[in-house]
C-alpha cells in the first residue's frame, strides 16, 4: 500500500521560508510522477510543482515560479518542497501526490496518491 507523509508546516512570516517533506513508501517509485498541491480555505485544490522520480525538468505553477523549488532524495525516497519568499497568499494546506504516469500532469485527478497534508501559515 501507497503511503505518502507530509511534513515541514508551521506558521511563518511574510518573507520567511519553509521546507516541505513527502516520506514515499509502499512500492518502487522510479517510474512516478510526484506532485506538491494545495487548498486555501473555501478554494479548490490547486497545483504547485511536480518532478519525475527520474529526473527532468520539474514544472511549476506561475504564482510559484522563482520562489519555489521541488526536489527529490530517491536513496531516501523523499520529495522536497523548498519554499521562500513566502506570501500570505500562500497559506494553505499543502498535500504530496503521486502519478503513476509519466506525464508532469498539473491535473488533480490525474494522481492516484495522496498524503495527508500538512499546513502553511505565513502571517503579514
Known amino acids: 500500500q501507497v503511503q505518502l507523509v507530509e511534513s515541514g508546516g508551521g506558521l511563518v512570516q511574510a518573507g520567511g521560508s519553509l521546507r516541505l517533506s513527502c516520506a514515499a513508501s509502499g512500492r518502487t517509485f522510479s517510474s512516478y510522477v510526484m506532485g506538491w498541491f494545495r487548498q486555501a480555505p473555501e478554494k479548490e485544490r490547486e497545483f504547485v510543482a511536480a518532478?519525475?522520480?527520474?529526473?527532468?525538468?520539474?514544472s511549476y505553477a506561475d504564482s510559484v515560479k522563482g520562489r519555489f523549488t521541488i526536489s527529490r532524495n530517491n536513496a531516501k525516497n523523499t520529495v522536497y518542497l523548498q519554499m521562500n519568499s513566502l506570501k500570505p497568499e500562500d497559506t494553505a494546506v499543502y498535500y504530496c501526490a503521486a502519478n503513476r504516469g509519466m506525464v508532469l500532469t498539473t491535473t488533480v485527478r490525474a494522481y492516484d496518491y495522496w498524503g495527508q497534508g500538512t499546513q502553511v501559515t505565513v502571517s503579514s
Open positions: 518532478i519525475r522520480w527520474s529526473g527532468g525538468t520539474p
